[in-house]
């Protein structure tokens, strides 16, 4: 530990002792002593300024050499009188339990050194401290620095420096803290620096590390905490905590890893880690982003990933940790945050933008759930969810693909479905709409988008998937409506609105080809409607011709009323209001149509129909009085003359002038088919009356 005589005086220590004045060892009488007065010949003092006094005291000739000024420690037994300290005034050398002279060489067995302060000799006092100041500069000089070095070594490992805080009391008491503290700068220069760096090593050997460790045991174990510096100064940003793995140094080495781990826990939660940016207490800055970024590639290879990954469950039971990425909530009037899951984008020819995927968990049971649902409102619309492809660039790209798919299944569980569902209503309002719509053509030319709805294939015996278009149920209100409308045509031009195609499916083997069933639906309750089937052409425009209505019927194709396809010849002819048409023969028919009669079992009728010959056609209905077998009141049933097995309808014999008409015997006279069930059922003859018609041609 060199020391120099001529150095400046260093700046006042702590308290200590009043100094004793000694002339060759024998204390000044008149202690102590405030005042210093330098005599002899030649020696001045002079004031140099800035509280500085300098002593000038001649020196004989040349003189010595610098003086070494060290401390050299011996390896003999413990001091046990003064003469185990000497002193060479030649060198400057002070030698402590060892000869005068001695050559201090490092492969002497060196001396251990060990400096006590003293115990506390009272109950409550204090231990003695030790301090080792080094020298300050009063001008502009640097001051002295104080080094603990650990002895080097030429073959075996180097000293170790250990710096021990003291162990608390054995009933109470704290342990020692230990702090290290870079120097403050009072006035213009900056801040002293702490720096803690393992030793290097050198080829094929481990460099030191740097372990920060806490304290252990108690109910609260110690932490460890960085905060770096805060600034004082207008405009100055706070300082940064930087964490910085060692490079690879050769090809193919890899960077160092950084890995934060938080404690296991045992029967409880495994510790937390929080990255948080920095709060912004006032004003309208934004609060610090917290950002993870994979490492940058400057050649040829890929850019480091970025992986969050939830936590594994226990070994037999246990969910995994979740993966949550939430935006920030606004507090008063602004916006809540966004999240935004972006594919890195690719600058070079022929080369594509990243993916972005989320998929559902691999389960043994059910596969996981992937959610994508719009934010909750409490005033205002809630939240949309779009989901849009990519544009296509110029001049040759297409616009990206949105593919909506559902996971295959086996064994015999059914596949997974598609549900596009709009938002149901809970007020008065109008429920959400379901709007797919085909993209346009090309501002100069190109045919808009078609829109293509196909149901599954069926394979080996199955049936092929139906496509069920229903509208809307009513309450108390109508059903909604279908519309199926071909597209029509702007701009003025020449072409025609667009077809509607109904067409039932073609077989490829031997099977009949698909039917094209239109029916209207039966009116529910009494006396309502049954539904329509209305087909109307559409109405010329100016010189043009009306819309034609056309029936076109293969080679051996029937047109069938009731079933009956009539005989070759015959025509429809209508019976009048509330009764179907009939086949009738060519010409112009005469048609009668009775009273409603009493139906009476076993009961007889006679009744002139007018038409002047035999007629060629007779025809039985019923007509619903009471409501019975899901009929209402005015319903008209077409019913056959007579069922042998069932003992049920009428005799009817018809000549030039009557119809003489015999009711069944059954107490019931007549069985039809309920009307929403289909099943045969006896009717009540007070619930109903007959009506009958004969047509002559």
Same mark, same amino acid.
């Given at each position: 530990?060199?020391?120099?005589?001529?150095?400046?005086?260093?700046?006042?220590?702590?308290?200590?002792?009043?100094?004793?004045?000694?002339?060759?060892?024998?204390?000044?009488?008149?202690?102590?002593?405030?005042?210093?007065?330098?005599?002899?010949?030649?020696?001045?003092?002079?004031?140099?300024?800035?509280?500085?006094?300098?002593?000038?005291?001649?020196?004989?000739?040349?003189?010595?050499?610098?003086?070494?000024?060290?401390?050299?420690?011996?390896?003999?037994?413990?001091?046990?009188?003064?003469?185990?300290?000497?002193?060479?005034?030649?060198?400057?050398?002070?030698?402590?339990?060892?000869?005068?002279?001695?050559?201090?060489?490092?492969?002497?067995?060196?001396?251990?050194?060990?400096?006590?302060?003293?115990?506390?000799?009272?109950?409550?006092?204090?231990?003695?401290?030790?301090?080792?100041?080094?020298?300050?500069?009063?001008?502009?000089?640097?001051?002295?620095?104080?080094?603990?070095?650990?002895?080097?070594?030429?073959?075996?490992?180097?000293?170790?420096?250990?710096?021990?805080?003291?162990?608390?009391?054995?009933?109470?008491?704290?342990?020692?803290?230990?702090?290290?503290?870079?120097?403050?700068?009072?006035?213009?220069?900056?801040?002293?620096?702490?720096?803690?760096?393992?030793?290097?090593?050198?080829?094929?050997?481990?460099?030191?590390?740097?372990?920060?460790?806490?304290?252990?045991?108690?109910?609260?174990?110690?932490?460890?905490?960085?905060?770096?510096?805060?600034?004082?100064?207008?405009?100055?940003?706070?300082?940064?905590?930087?964490?910085?793995?060692?490079?690879?140094?050769?090809?193919?080495?890899?960077?160092?890893?950084?890995?934060?781990?938080?404690?296991?826990?045992?029967?409880?939660?495994?510790?937390?880690?929080?990255?948080?940016?920095?709060?912004?207490?006032?004003?309208?800055?934004?609060?610090?982003?917290?950002?993870?970024?994979?490492?940058?590639?400057?050649?040829?290879?890929? @850019? *480091?990933?970025?992986?969050?990954? &939830? +936590? /594994?469950?226990?070994?037999?039971?246990? $969910? #995994? !940790?979740? =993966?949550? %990425?939430?935006?920030?909530?606004?507090?008063?009037?602004?916006? @809540? *945050?966004?999240?935004?899951?972006? &594919? +890195? /984008?690719?600058?070079?020819?022929?080369? $594509? #933008? !990243?993916? =972005?995927? %989320?998929?559902?968990?691999?389960?043994?049971?059910?596969?996981?759930?992937?959610?994508?649902?719009?934010?909750?409102?409490?005033?205002?619309?809630?939240?949309?969810?779009?989901?849009?492809?990519?544009?296509?660039?110029?001049?040759?790209?297409?616009?990206?693909?949105?593919?909506?798919?559902?996971?295959?299944?086996?064994?015999?569980?059914?596949?997974?479905?598609?549900?596009?569902?709009?938002?149901?209503?809970?007020?008065?309002?109008?429920?959400?709409?379901?709007?797919?719509?085909?993209?346009?053509?090309?501002?100069?030319?190109?045919?808009?988008?078609?829109?293509?709805?196909?149901?599954?294939?069926?394979?080996?015996?199955?049936?092929?998937?139906?496509?069920?278009?229903?509208?809307?149920?009513?309450?108390?209100?109508?059903?909604?409506?279908?519309?199926?409308?071909?597209?029509?045509?702007?701009?003025?031009?020449?072409?025609?609105?667009?077809?509607?195609?109904?067409?039932?499916?073609?077989?490829?083997?031997?099977?009949?080809?698909?039917?094209?069933?239109?029916?209207?639906?039966?009116?529910?309750?009494?006396?309502?409607?049954?539904?329509?089937?209305?087909?109307?052409?559409?109405?010329?425009?100016?010189?043009?011709?009306?819309?034609?209505?056309?029936?076109?019927?293969?080679?051996?194709?029937?047109?069938?009323?009731?079933?009956?396809?009539?005989?070759?010849?015959?025509?429809?002819?209508?019976?009048?209001?509330?009764?179907?048409?009939?086949?009738?023969?060519?010409?112009?028919?005469?048609?009668?149509?009775?009273?409603?009669?009493?139906?009476?079992?076993?009961?007889?009728?006679?009744?002139?129909?007018?038409?002047?010959?035999?007629?060629?056609?007779?025809?039985?209905?019923?007509?619903?009085?009471?409501?019975?077998?899901?009929?209402?009141?005015?319903?008209?049933?077409?019913?056959?003359?007579?069922?042998?097995?069932?003992?049920?309808?009428?005799?009817?014999?018809?000549?030039?002038?009557?119809?003489?008409?015999?009711?069944?015997?059954?107490?019931?006279?007549?069985?039809?088919?309920?009307?929403?069930?289909?099943?045969?059922?006896?009717?009540?003859?007070?619930?109903?009356?007959?009506?009958?018609?004969?047509?002559?041609?």
């Amino acid at each position: 530990m060199p020391y120099n005589p001529g150095g400046q005086t260093g700046p006042p220590g702590p308290p200590g002792p009043t100094a004793v004045i000694q002339d060759e060892g024998v204390p000044l009488p008149g202690a102590p002593h405030t005042t210093l007065n330098f005599v002899g010949a030649g020696v001045t003092a002079t004031d140099a300024g800035f509280g500085v006094a300098t002593i000038s005291i001649p020196g004989g000739g040349a003189g010595p050499a610098i003086p070494l000024n060290e401390i050299v420690f011996g390896t003999g037994p413990s001091i046990t009188s003064s003469a185990d300290f000497t002193f060479d005034a030649a060198d400057g050398t002070f030698f402590v339990n060892t000869a005068d002279g001695t050559t201090h060489s490092p492969f002497s067995p060196p001396g251990n050194v060990r400096i006590f302060a003293a115990d506390g000799s009272a109950a409550a006092d204090n231990g003695g401290d030790i301090q080792i100041i080094a020298g300050g500069s009063l001008v502009s000089g640097d001051g002295g620095m104080a080094l603990l070095e650990g002895g080097a070594a030429v073959i075996g490992n180097g000293g170790a420096v250990e710096i021990l805080a003291g162990d608390g009391g054995a009933t109470s008491g704290n342990g020692g803290a230990i702090n290290i503290l870079a120097g403050d700068a009072p006035t213009a220069g900056g801040g002293g620096q702490v720096s803690i760096a393992g030793g290097d090593a050198t080829t094929g050997e481990s460099a030191g590390s740097v372990t920060i460790s806490g304290g252990d045991g108690g109910a609260d174990p110690g932490n460890i905490i960085l905060n770096a510096g805060t600034g004082s100064d207008a405009g100055t940003i706070g300082g940064g905590i930087s964490i910085n793995a060692g490079n690879g140094v050769a090809s193919g080495d890899d960077g160092g890893a950084i890995v934060a781990t938080a404690g296991v826990a045992t029967d409880a939660a495994g510790g937390r880690i929080d990255l948080v940016g920095g709060f912004m207490t006032s004003g309208t800055g934004t609060g610090g982003f917290v950002r993870l970024t994979g490492g940058a590639n400057n050649d040829v290879g890929a @850019g *480091g990933e970025v992986i969050l990954l &939830g +936590g /594994a469950g226990g070994i037999t039971s246990g $969910d #995994g !940790g979740a =993966v949550l %990425i939430t935006a920030g909530s606004a507090t008063t009037a602004g916006d @809540g *945050g966004a999240v935004n899951i972006t &594919g +890195g /984008a690719a600058v070079g020819a022929g080369q $594509d #933008g !990243g993916d =972005v995927s %989320i998929t559902g968990g691999t389960g043994v049971d059910d596969g996981g759930d992937v959610n994508i649902t719009g934010g909750d409102a409490t005033i205002d619309d809630g939240g949309d969810v779009n989901i849009t492809s990519g544009n296509g660039g110029a001049p040759d790209g297409g616009g990206g693909d949105v593919s909506i798919g559902c996971g295959t299944a086996q064994g015999v569980d059914t596949a997974g479905a598609v549900s596009i569902s709009s938002g149901t209503h809970l007020g008065t309002g109008t429920g959400g709409s379901i709007l797919i719509n085909a993209g346009s053509g090309g501002l100069v030319s190109g045919d808009g988008g078609p829109i293509t709805i196909l149901a599954g294939t069926a394979t080996t015996l199955g049936v092929g998937g139906a496509i069920d278009l229903t509208g809307g149920t009513g309450t108390n209100g109508n059903g909604g409506a279908i519309t199926l409308t071909g597209g029509p045509t702007t701009l003025g031009g020449t072409g025609d609105g667009g077809t509607v195609n109904i067409l039932g499916g073609t077989p490829v083997g031997t099977g009949a080809g698909g039917d094209v069933v239109v029916t209207a639906a039966a009116g529910n309750g009494a006396n309502q409607n049954g539904g329509d089937v209305r087909i109307t052409a559409g109405a010329r425009t100016g010189t043009g011709n009306d819309g034609d209505i056309e029936l076109n019927f293969p080679a051996t194709g029937e047109l069938r009323i009731d079933g009956d396809p009539g005989a070759a010849g015959e025509v429809l002819t209508s019976q009048g209001p509330a009764l179907p048409p009939v086949w009738s023969p060519s010409g112009s028919p005469t048609v009668f149509t009775s009273t409603d009669q009493t139906i009476t079992s076993a009961g007889a009728l006679t009744i002139a129909h007018g038409l002047g010959a035999t007629p060629e056609v007779t025809q039985t209905y019923l007509v619903n009085q009471t409501a019975e077998h899901g009929y209402s009141v005015g319903d008209i049933v077409k019913v056959g003359d007579y069922i042998g097995s069932a003992e049920r309808g009428t005799s009817l014999v018809v000549n030039a002038t009557n119809l003489v008409i015999r009711y069944s015997s059954s107490a019931a006279v007549f069985n039809v088919l309920n009307k929403t069930t289909g099943t045969s059922a006896a009717i009540t003859p007070a619930n109903w009356k007959a009506r009958f018609i004969a047509i002559k041609f």
